[in-house]
Each structure stands twice: as structure tokens, then as C-alpha cells.
């Protein structure tokens, strides 16, 4: 069992192009993205947060350097909103704002797979477990998905990939795990497939995006091979990585959204703007009228 040293560090791959979402995505990164008024990223930067994170790394590509400028300070922005004594935006800003030495950004210079652009990551992150959070997904429950999961490993130790269930049929769009014995607040994970063929899942729990990993997935990840969609797999370096060390499964419960697909995205947007008491009274009546006048 690997020492169950503390989550200090997560890693945030943002170099993906965004196919899905053209035109949108030709200038504006998917990361960037609005859900309500923040973009999708700000929204698994804060789920990091709440799990006690302390060093925010960002996998980045060409033509997404607008999300380092999004974690800086904006100058001319600030000044002006001071001499305007806009100060619940100036806070806002300031709220928002990592702390000077805690974001590192490393690009992914070819986009050979989710394996290696967490493979980019293995110099910043050094030999520590970390977190990594797909910022495509965004997530919503009391307790964040990621703090769940830094409990568990509390408990677990070694490695942990939060889990939630999916109708047999999507589960070809996945990585797929199998579960074996329960642990308190999670199971032990017996296999990993990444997009399993129709017909073959080893179970309906699919991988959500978020996972605790310890540093030898590197080495592995190193000389990977490419998997699925010719590509390098995380899933395949994690499931050499279970034939030296323990996976957990985190059963997630709360509301999941795909922000890299359309259908996910306008629905995280309707559901968000209905969490925010300020923005809530002024859509509900619209939203119910708009959906009944489908009918
Ligand atoms: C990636 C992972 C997959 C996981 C999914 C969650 O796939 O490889 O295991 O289930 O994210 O969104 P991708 O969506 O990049 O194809």
C-alpha cells in the first residue's frame, strides 16, 4: 500500500480542441465556455478548491493561452473598475484569483491522448500523488465529487476513480471499471476498459472524470502504447498501474454535466442559472413556459 501522502496538487488537461463545439470553439477554448458567468473551468478549479487543493496545473495547447490570462491579474480591468468603485466586481475578481505561485501551465504540444497530456504534467507534479479533473465534466452535490473522493483515499490510500452509473448502452463511450469488494464509501476496482464494445462493459459504472493517482502512473504512462481511438489511454496506464496497486472506486452521487457536448452544456447552463438565487426568479417562469409551449 502506497503512503497515503496529502492531495496537494491537481491537474487540469485543457489542450482538447473542442471539435465538438465549432464554430464556438475556433477562438474561444471549450474550457472558457460560460455556464451561467463563469467559464466551465472556474467551476472544476473551484470543486479543487473545496477538496483542499493547493497547486493548480493546466495542461494547455496552442491557441489557449486565454486561460492563463483568465488566472492572472487584468490590469487595465482592475484600475478601471476601481476608479469606478465597482467593488463587489473588484472582489469578485480577487475572490477568484490564484494565489502567486499556485497555477503552472505546461503545453501538450500534439494531441496524442488524455495518457499523454497527464504525462506532460510528471515534472510539476514530481513524485506525489495528485488529483486530475477533466474539465469537461462539471459537477454538482453538497459535498464536491473530489473532496469525496480525498476522504475515501484518506481511508483507501493508493488510487481512486470516482465512478457513477450510466444505461448499458452509453457505456461504449466510456472507460468502464469492474467492481469488487465494498470498501466504507467505495469498492475495490477489479478492471478498467476504455470504451468497451458494445456488449462487453464488465459492469455500468462508468469514469467520470475525476481521479487520484499516484506518481509511478508516469513511468507507465512513458512508454505507453496508443488504445482506443489511436490514442494514449489513461485508462490502459491505470490498469498496469492496479497490477502493483490498489484502485478504489468513488460512487458519486450528485448531478454530472458533459460541457464538451451541446445537450450537456445548455443543460448545465438552465441548471446552474437555477441554483443562483439572483438569477433563478428571472428564468423559472420563462424556462417552464418555453418547455410547455414545446408540447
Ligand atoms: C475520457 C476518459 C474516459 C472517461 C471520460 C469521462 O474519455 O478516457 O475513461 O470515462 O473521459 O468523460 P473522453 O471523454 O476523453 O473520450
Not at 27 to 43: C, F, G, H, R, S
Not at 120 to 145: Q, W
Not at 247 to 266: L, N, S, V, W
Request: hydrophobic fraction near 40%; aromatic fraction near 8%.
Amino acid at each position: 500500500m502506497a503512503e497515503k501522502k496529502k492531495i496537494r496538487k491537481a491537474v487540469f488537461p485543457v489542450a482538447g480542441l473542442g471539435t465538438r463545439f465549432l464554430p464556438a470553439t475556433k477562438a474561444v477554448p471549450k474550457e472558457m465556455l460560460t455556464v451561467v458567468d463563469k467559464p466551465v473551468i472556474q467551476y472544476v478549479v473551484d470543486e479543487a478548491v473545496e477538496a483542499g487543493i493547493e497547486h493548480f496545473v493546466f495542461i494547455t495547447g496552442r491557441g489557449k493561452a486565454v486561460i492563463e490570462d483568465y488566472f492572472d491579474i487584468q490590469f487595465e480591468l482592475e484600475q478601471t473598475l476601481k476608479s469606478r468603485n465597482k467593488n463587489a466586481e473588484l472582489t469578485l475578481l480577487n475572490d477568484l484569483l490564484p494565489k502567486a505561485g499556485t497555477a503552472s501551465f505546461t503545453r501538450q504540444q500534439e494531441p496524442l491522448g488524455l495518457g499523454h497530456a497527464v504525462w506532460c504534467a510528471r515534472d510539476i507534479v514530481g513524485h506525489e500523488p495528485f488529483a486530475l479533473l477533466l474539465p469537461d465534466m462539471i459537477m454538482y452535490s453538497e459535498k464536491g465529487c473530489l473532496r469525496g473522493m480525498v476522504e475515501l483515499y484518506e481511508k483507501a490510500g493508493g488510487n481512486v476513480i470516482a465512478v457513477e452509473e450510466c444505461a448499458p448502452e452509453l457505456a461504449h463511450k466510456y472507460g468502464i471499471v469492474g467492481v469488487g469488494e465494498e470498501l466504507e464509501g467505495g469498492f475495490r476496482i477489479t478492471e478498467m476498459v476504455e470504451k468497451p464494445a458494445k456488449g462487453t462493459a464488465p459492469s455500468n459504472y462508468f469514469i467520470n472524470g475525476r481521479y487520484i493517482l499516484q506518481p509511478e502512473i508516469f513511468s507507465i504512462l512513458e512508454t505507453q502504447e496508443r488504445g482506443a481511438g489511436n490514442e494514449i489511454q489513461l485508462t490502459d496506464g491505470m490498469l498496469k498501474l492496479a497490477k502493483q496497486q490498489a484502485f478504489a472506486g468513488y460512487r458519486f452521487e450528485g448531478r454530472t454535466f458533459d460541457c464538451g457536448a451541446k445537450d450537456g452544456f445548455i443543460l448545465a447552463n438552465a441548471f446552474f442559472a437555477v441554483q443562483r438565487d439572483d438569477i433563478r426568479p428571472l428564468v423559472v417562469d420563462p424556462l417552464k413556459e418555453l418547455l410547455s409551449a414545446l408540447r
